[in-house]
Structure formats: C-alpha cells, structure tokens
C-alpha cells in the first residue's frame, strides 16, 4: 500500500488519485480519503493545503483538457531561458502553476483556444473530512491551524480541511476543543441546532444525536454560542465556568453554571487562606480564581470577617463554608452566583 503516513503536500500534488478527488470526488473516493484523514489525522494539514493549491490552480484554468495543457506546457518551456532542464510534471495542475508565472500573452492564448472559459471568482467547493471515534477512549485529533480535538467514543467529527475566512466543524456527539488563537478566522462548531463561535479558548461540546439538549461549557477564554437560524447578536456570550444549554425542540437557549467550577489556569497555584479577612474581599478572591462573577451587597457584608482556610473543595463548598458563618445564602442565576443575607453587626 502507498505509505501515505509520509506523505507531505507534495506528495499529494503528485498524486493522480488524490487530485482526482479533489476535482471529481465520488463515493468511493471520498470514503477512500476519510478512511485515510481518520487513520492519519496528522496528514490534516498537508491534505488541507494539497486542497487549496489544486483549488487555487482549478480556479484559474477551469474546464481546461489535457491536451490544451501539453500544449502550454511545450510553449511554455520555449519562453523559458534558464539553462537547466526543465522538469516534466505528471499532472496538468503543476503546468498550471507554472502558467502563473509567465507572460500575459499566453494566458491570451488560452482564453482564444476554450472560448467558454472563465476565471472563477469562489475557490473550488467544500470538502469534508470525517474523523470517528468507535473506540472506548478520548480520540486526539490535531488540525493544521494548531488546534486539538479531544472526540470522545461514538461520536464523529467532520471538518472543512480548507480553514479559510472560517474554522469550520461539525460535531455529533460530545468533544473538548482547545482552539489555537486567530481573530482574523474565528473557530466554529456546529452542531444540532446550535453554532458555537470562538477565536482562540478551550470548551466542551457535548451535541448527541438522540439527546434533545445541546450544551456547551467553556473552560478558558469566550465563547459565543447561538442558534443556527438566527444571528450572533440573539445568542448568549459564555466566559469560563459557565455552560450554555440549547433545547432542540423549543429552540430555547439560556446559560447556568458548570456543575463542578474549575479553578482557571492562572490560579491553580493560589492559597485560599484567610485571617480576620473581610467578606467582600473573600468573594472577590474567589471571583478572580473562578472567573465568575459574585453578586453581593458591598454595605451588608462589608462588617463580615472571617479567619478560615479554603484550599480543598469544590467552588461550591468553599461558598457553603462561609455562607453557614455568616448566614448568608447563595444561588446560581445567569451564570453567575448572587449572595444574599443580613449581614454582620
């Protein structure tokens, strides 16, 4: 068998099959090239950019025959004044290429030889490549723009290889993305129903066919989710810790907190020991260490001191804790956690 493991864009470009699927992609081939991506999820990016090559080459010389292309490869190669001999390429796309470099005239040429010929303005149409996970184990898959994608068992990712003005995937089933930063192409996943916008954060999709709830729960950074019938401006923005759900059927999204908050990556070090500390600067500790945002009243709580150590325990507990001190209580509303009680004296 070929050893695609190997393979570099290069190889791909020379490869007769693989353009032919580019251009012509049919059932067998495209099951032929996903079972190659799944096996090698490290070829992603080479084949990704073979795409966009052939892509860019289709787009300039559209519905050009074979024959035509021998013909500008031997005019070609009379224009051509460097000494060394020049390389026959196996395929029309590398005398394409080299068409790009040469005088205006002999594109002249080739528009009065196929009168019908346009240069497209759209590059060639999008190609997924499917990755599944019927294993037991966390799958890793890793994308040329840097990205990983954690895909747990039964669950299938698809994604559009090109990565161009936008990331795009497709999930079903459930996965941790850690997207690698670039506002210039925003990260999207789409699943059932709901669209998940990033630039550069890490989160948990969890979107199962036969679930009626999609949600959403991010880790690191912010992440805009929406539906996909509608526009970014009506969906909600999440920060770490908070969790979006979706309900299929309603079309409903509301936002909550994650069940168990994690500390965020800057504060995984921090001590959480207090002596005679006032209450509100206990909550704003907490605040920073969790990013999320604590509601309280800044004169009720203000007289409230605490001495107590809060390293062990979940965000949750440590809240119990001094909640039973003071006699306050807490609740989640929105994604955030809002205190209320009498106070001190």
Known sequence: MVPYADYTPDDFLNDDAFIRWVRTPDEDSDRFWQF??????????????????????????????????????TRLQ??????????????????????????????????????AMRVASEPAGISLVEV???????????????????????????????????????????????????????????????ITKVLGTSFRVTAYDKDARVTVQVRTGKVAVYPSRTTENAGLLLTPNQQAYFLRKESQLGRGLVDNPKLLPEAVKDRFAFEDTPMPDIFRA?????????????EVFGKCRMTTTLDEGMLFEKLNVICTVSGASYQSVDGEIVITGRGCD
């Open 286 to 298: 907490l605040e920073k260490a969790y990013g999320i945002r604590i509601v309280f009243d800044e």
């Open 36 to 73: 190659i991506a799944a096996e090698h999820p490290h070829l992603v990016p080479a084949m990704s950019q073979a795409r966009e090559r052939i892509g860019e080459l289709a787009a300039f010389l559209p519905g050009v025959g074979k024959t035509d292309v021998e013909d500008v490869w």
């Open 78 to 115: 009379e224009q051509t004044q460097e000494a060394r001999p020049v390389r026959r390429l196996p395929t029309a796309w590398w005398a394409a290429a080299c068409l790009l470099l040469v005088a205006g005239s002999l594109t002249t040429w080739l528009v009065s030889r196929t009168p």
């Open 132 to 194: 599944r996970n019927d294993g037991s184990a966390e799958r890793i898959v890793s994308l040329g723009d840097g990205s990983t994608i954690r895909l747990a068992p039964q669950s299938t990712v698809r994604i559009d290889t090109a990565f161009r003005e936008r990331r795009n995937v497709y999930l079903s089933g459930e996965a941790f993305f850690e997207v690698a930063r670039d506002p210039k192409r925003p990260f999207l996943v789409h699943t059932n129903g709901l």
